[in-house]
């Protein structure tokens, strides 16, 4: 089985956080997002992996290069290409069967298996991956009938049947190799939703959806970032151990890199996740829900709760943090 996680825009939504990373490489757990979407397709059955890749590449590239197991292949593209033209850029390396594609900046644990499974039986050009969401109309509602079948994206299609099943598309979506026939014709910089979607739709082509039920976060705004962050911490010991790997806990709910050093007067409360090389003095209040990213350090008298740590950040003594992400110094 194959995928491409597309990973190639600038972040805008995640300034200043992208000025210094591309948005795949923000941390989630003191962990690229980027490698918990990877070990989750790799988990999944998934044996090559297309990257596209734009803003920063080269640290992209570099983080990658860490990875064993599954093939993966970088697609730079020079201008941004757009979720369609990126797709039909990677064509070749994506094979002759059905494929995975999923957004790089959402966090969602989906069973891919299972969404590849019902693409395959129905048939489809492609199948999305669609939950109910209290905002989705603002996200670009997506109406199905009765079989599943997509009868309007956004209100781009304007269609009179009526709808028995609604959502939001969560970035995640199966696509059968006989799309990039109806790619439009001439065009190498297109979306795959407006631009492909859409048009097939109004033909008549089927375009399924699959009710998703987990969890969800947008990860491309700062305040999604740290609220992703947050929410992954509470569920750290049962979805996410692998942010655990060299870790102690010392007290229930509290994980400390083994290479962290903490002033023993110092006060911890859960949840809270600190990382490696880190130094947070004495007289000092970590948590709840607090992440400390490499290198960080804390001062005498500070006191964190509900925020998220930058790698290389510093938090001054006397300082007060509540529900911010902490970014490090900028040089000069």
Known sequence: MRAMVLA?????????????????????LNR????????????????????NAHHLPELLSEQLAQRRGMQIEISRESQILGTGGGLLKARAALGSEPFIVQNSDCLLRPDYNRLYKFHCQSR???????????????????RTDVAGRVIDIAGLIGSSVESAQ???????????????????????????VRDLYVPLIKRGALIQAMLYEGEFVDVGTIEGFVVA??????QIDRLYTRALEDHRSPQPGVYLHRSARIDPAAELRPPLLIGAQ?????????????????GSAVEPGARIEHAVMLP???????????SQLIMPAKEG
């Open 229 to 234: 962050n947050l929410w992954a911490l509470e």
């Open 278 to 294: 880190c130094t947070v003095e004495g007289n000092t209040r970590i948590g709840p829900r607090v992440v400390i990213g490499q």
């Open 124 to 142: 489809a050009l492609a199948t999305l991956l669609i939950m109910r969401h209290p905002q989705q109309r603002s996200y670009g509602e997506v």
């Open 166 to 192: 609604s959502g939001m598309f969560v970035g995640v979506h199966v696509l059968s190799p006989q799309i990039f026939d109806h790619a439009p014709a001439g065009k190498t910089v297109f979306g795959v």
């Open 312 to 322: 290389q950040s510093r938090v001054p003594g006397g300082r007060l943090i509540n």
């Open 32 to 51: 690229p997002l980027i490698d918990w979407v990877l070990d989750d397709l790799e988990s999944a059955g998934v044996t090559r992996c297309v990257i």
């Open 8 to 28: 190639a825009g600038l972040g805008t939504r995640l300034r200043p956080l992208t000025d210094l990373l591309p948005k795949p490489l923000a941390p989630l």
